[in-house]
């Protein structure tokens, strides 16, 4: 395989390098999980402080994979339509002309940014974008497997989309966000239903390689707040139970 290598300590110090290496992964994770968030807050600035509307920083929360187990470092970002639908409803900058121009583009794909690399001797070696492709599969509930589309059955659009995420993640997130690689997958199973859906009860499931990787939804940042008859706490609107006193809750639909 070709792999690109960032060496981190001398070999020498094997304790160390060790240590060296963990702490470096930790820092890209983090990294990585900021880079994004930056973009959403660029795309969405003024969510944050309203409580009952989908917040553009908690869906890349939810969206994000962070994995550093097994000799193996993993990012996954599932970037569904409604986080376009969600940023842009609070940019001024962006016209409705412009929304709806992006989520015709991007509503036929399951749109999924990877990067991948392996720890070895004292390095993590990054994976090409050939490589995360071959391993990188979306499932669909039935068990179905998706590879990810060529860019020649892509939107001319949307290749020029994961060109501008590349880089926007890439300057703050460090190695680990400048090795991420964007793929589309079919949207829909044969049968025409969402094989990502955020708002129905199910899971959105990509395997990258061996590891197993899913997310729950409806996604709770899409639902308004619910509070919990019995000790009041705020929480997620695709809660069924309090995770304080177990009470059942009434959820969102």
């Known amino acids: 395989?070709?792999?690109?290598s960032e060496i981190l300590k001398p070999k020498s110090d094997i304790p160390s390098l060790k240590f060296g290496i963990w702490n470096m992964i930790s820092r890209d994770l983090a990294r990585a999980a900021l880079a994004a968030l930056a973009l959403a807050l660029v795309c969405a600035p003024f969510t944050l402080a309203q409580d009952q509307r989908p917040d553009a920083t908690q869906m890349v929360l939810e969206c994000m994979k962070l994995s550093n187990a097994d000799g193996e470092i993993t990012m996954l970002w599932w970037v569904p339509e409604e986080f376009w639908k969600v940023s842009a409803a609070s940019n001024p900058r962006i016209t409705p002309a412009q929304v709806e121009t992006m989520l015709k583009a991007t509503h036929p794909y399951t749109i999924v940014g990877v990067s991948s690399g392996k720890i070895r001797a004292g390095a993590v070696a990054?994976?090409?974008e050939p490589e995360v492709r071959d391993m990188i599969r979306l499932k669909d509930r039935k068990g179905n497997s998706y590879s990810p589309l060529p860019d020649s059955q892509l939107d001319p659009s949307v290749p020029g989309?994961?060109?501008?995420l590349k880089p926007s993640m890439a300057k703050t997130g460090g190695a680990l966000a400048q090795n991420i690689f964007f793929y589309a997958f079919p949207g829909t199973a044969k049968n025409g239903v969402r094989i990502c859906d955020t708002v129905k009860e199910g899971f959105c499931e990509?395997?990258?390689?061996?590891r197993q990787f899913r997310w729950r939804t409806p996604l709770g940042s899409l639902l308004p707040k619910q509070k919990c008859p019995t000790c009041g706490e705020m929480l997620s609107g695709a809660y069924k139970y309090c995770p304080y006193d177990g009470t059942k809750l009434k959820g969102n639909k």
């Not at 395989?1 to 690109?4: G, I, R, V």
């Open 206 to 210: 990509v395997d990258v390689g061996a």
């Open 126 to 128: 990054y994976r090409t």
């Open 161 to 164: 989309l994961f060109a501008v």
């Open 1 to 4: 395989m070709n792999l690109k």
